[in-house]
């Protein structure tokens, strides 16, 4: 085996199997032999390794889980990313476990225009919509790294459809490009330069109708996501979602209203399929304060939630536990704001009842109103959970009738 390696791989790579034989000098990030080959860009011995033990191929490293292909794509080795494509084209669709990149996206933020090229030869078209865990294109990482040359490479494969895609901020690449890049962008500006109206099919399918002035989405018309979104009403010359309109959501809710800079801002009106509503003011996505009327038509005024996020109308943008005031609302203190915790549960999900506080005893929301005594409340999260019953605190196993028997 040995004289075998010695006739396959150059001499430039032989101190390389000698530094791994002796230590492995990238334990920190937990690479492979075969990663450390292609991050060195020595086929010769990725080969070797290869031919003995084919899954190389897909092996990770333990810290960002980058495949031999993300590095070699990294570093440019151009000879090392035509071997693995030759070995198994289907690398390019493997997202690291950190920020979700895939070997295309790496080679872009690195501005490795010849890795690029080799990588579209291979994968096509598909490549320029594959995102990270942003929803970063190629496009969005080559403006935001100031790789010009990739810019114009890109471009040049998808058109300016892809200078209006929206990462998970809602920002464009047009939005982190700097003034040399804009002006290579400004060429495939999508729409021309004429105002105008009518219809435009993005690369992931979603849908714009409407007006436009000077190139971009402005005045107004009706955007549609994928997944069923759906917005009609005004924009501003970032085409973001600015002034009146009407957003709809597949699960039936409907939010009519003010927005501001692609979130909703101002007075507004949320409504649900089985009649709940919530009417009031919006700060920045927000919920902010206003009145809530339930299905069977009773309201509460007054209703006063600072911070409740929305995040944009996101279908995708999940609302976590940590960003609820659950707590909150059971911490008011009286059975009345059980309208509260039932519209937080509405928004969020009933899995915010198994948050736990920072008290020594970790109390769920169930746990803290039993301590408290508010049946009302308890009322609402049996309702929508009925294991809360057999939720006990994280020290000494209380269950909620302990909880009530110990406070009385």
Same mark, same amino acid.
């Given at each position: 085996?040995?004289?075998?390696? !010695?006739?396959?791989?150059?001499?430039?790579?032989?101190?390389?199997?000698?530094?791994?034989?002796?230590?492995?000098?990238? $334990?920190?990030?937990?690479?492979?032999?075969?990663?450390?080959?292609?991050?060195?860009?020595?086929?010769?011995?990725?080969?070797?390794?290869?031919?003995?033990?084919?899954?190389?191929?897909?092996?990770?490293?333990?810290?960002?889980?980058?495949?031999?292909?993300?590095?070699?794509?990294?570093?440019?080795?151009?000879?090392?990313?035509?071997?693995?494509?030759?070995?198994?084209?289907?690398?390019?669709?493997?997202?690291? &476990?950190?920020?979700?990149?895939?070997?295309?996206?790496?080679?872009?933020?690195?501005?490795?225009?010849? !890795?690029?090229?080799?990588?579209?030869?291979? #994968?096509?078209?598909?490549?320029?919509?594959?995102?990270? $865990?942003?929803?970063?294109?190629?496009?969005?990482?080559?403006?935001?790294?100031?790789?010009?040359?990739?810019?114009?490479?890109?471009?040049?494969?998808?058109?300016?459809?892809?200078?209006?895609?929206?990462?998970?901020?809602? /920002?464009?690449?047009?939005?982190?490009?700097?003034?040399?890049?804009?002006?290579?962008?400004?060429?495939?500006?999508?729409? #021309?330069?004429?105002?105008?109206?009518?219809?435009?099919?993005?690369?992931?399918?979603?849908?714009?109708?409407?007006?436009?002035? =000077?190139?971009?989405?402005?005045?107004?018309?009706?955007?549609?996501?994928?997944? =069923?979104?759906?917005?009609? =009403?005004?924009?501003?010359?970032?085409?973001?979602?600015?002034?009146?309109?009407?957003?709809?959501?597949?699960?039936?809710?409907?939010?009519?209203?003010?927005?501001?800079?692609?979130?909703?801002?101002?007075? =507004?009106?949320?409504?649900?399929?089985?009649?709940?509503?919530?009417? #009031?003011?919006?700060?920045?996505?927000?919920?902010?304060?206003?009145?809530?009327?339930? $299905?069977?038509?009773? &309201? /509460?005024?007054?209703?006063?939630?600072?911070?409740?996020?929305?995040?944009?109308?996101?279908? &995708?943008?999940?609302?976590?536990?940590?960003?609820?005031?659950?707590?909150?609302?059971?911490?008011? #203190?009286?059975?009345?704001?059980?309208?509260?915790?039932?519209?937080?549960?509405?928004?969020?999900?009933?899995?915010?009842?198994?948050?736990?506080?920072?008290?020594?005893?970790?109390?769920?929301?169930?746990?803290?109103?039993?301590?408290?005594?508010? !049946?009302?409340?308890?009322?609402?999260?049996?309702?929508?959970?009925?294991? %809360?019953?057999?939720?006990?605190?994280?020290?000494? &196993?209380?269950?909620?009738?302990?909880? %009530?028997?110990?406070?009385?």
């Amino acid at each position: 085996m040995q004289a075998d390696t !010695v006739r396959r791989v150059d001499n430039k790579a032989l101190p390389v199997i000698s530094k791994i034989k002796r230590r492995n000098i990238h $334990a920190a990030v937990g690479d492979t032999p075969f990663i450390v080959a292609a991050q060195r860009g020595h086929v010769g011995i990725m080969s070797v390794m290869y031919e003995s033990r084919p899954d190389v191929l897909q092996q990770t490293d333990t810290k960002i889980g980058y495949t031999a292909m993300h590095y070699a794509a990294k570093r440019g080795h151009l000879a090392a990313v035509n071997q693995l494509l030759e070995w198994d084209s289907k690398l390019l669709d493997a997202h690291s &476990s950190r920020m979700g990149m895939t070997p295309f996206l790496t080679a872009v933020t690195h501005g490795k225009v010849d !890795v690029m090229e080799a990588m579209y030869a291979k #994968g096509g078209k598909k490549l320029l919509t594959q995102t990270d $865990a942003r929803r970063w294109t190629a496009l969005h990482r080559a403006a935001y790294g100031r790789h010009s040359a990739a810019v114009t490479q890109l471009l040049e494969w998808g058109g300016g459809a892809f200078l209006d895609i929206k990462g998970r901020f809602g /920002r464009t690449p047009w939005d982190y490009a700097n003034k040399r890049d804009r002006k290579i962008m400004e060429k495939y500006r999508r729409l #021309g330069k004429k105002p105008g109206e009518g219809v435009f099919t993005f690369p992931d399918g979603s849908t714009w109708e409407g007006q436009w002035t =000077g190139g971009d989405l402005q005045a107004s018309g009706t955007y549609k996501w994928t997944d =069923g979104r759906m917005y009609i =009403g005004q924009y501003n010359d970032r085409g973001e979602m600015h002034g009146e309109g009407l957003m709809e959501l597949p699960d039936g809710r409907r939010y009519e209203g003010k927005y501001r800079h692609d979130f909703k801002d101002g007075w =507004g009106k949320l409504s649900w399929p089985d009649g709940r509503c919530y009417e #009031g003011t919006w700060k920045a996505g927000k919920l902010y304060k206003g009145t809530y009327t339930t $299905a069977t038509g009773e &309201s /509460r005024n007054n209703l006063h939630l600072v911070g409740k996020d929305v995040s944009k109308d996101d279908a &995708s943008a999940k609302l976590h536990i940590e960003d609820t005031d659950i707590f909150d609302a059971v911490d008011a #203190g009286f059975d009345a704001d059980e309208e509260s915790v039932r519209l937080l549960i509405s928004k969020d999900g009933n899995h915010i009842l198994d948050k736990r506080d920072e008290s020594k005893l970790k109390l769920t929301p169930f746990l803290r109103a039993a301590l408290r005594g508010l !049946v009302g409340i308890m009322s609402v999260m049996y309702e929508s959970k009925p294991d %809360v019953l057999q939720q006990t605190d994280t020290k000494v &196993s209380t269950q909620p009738n302990h909880i %009530v028997c110990c406070c009385r």
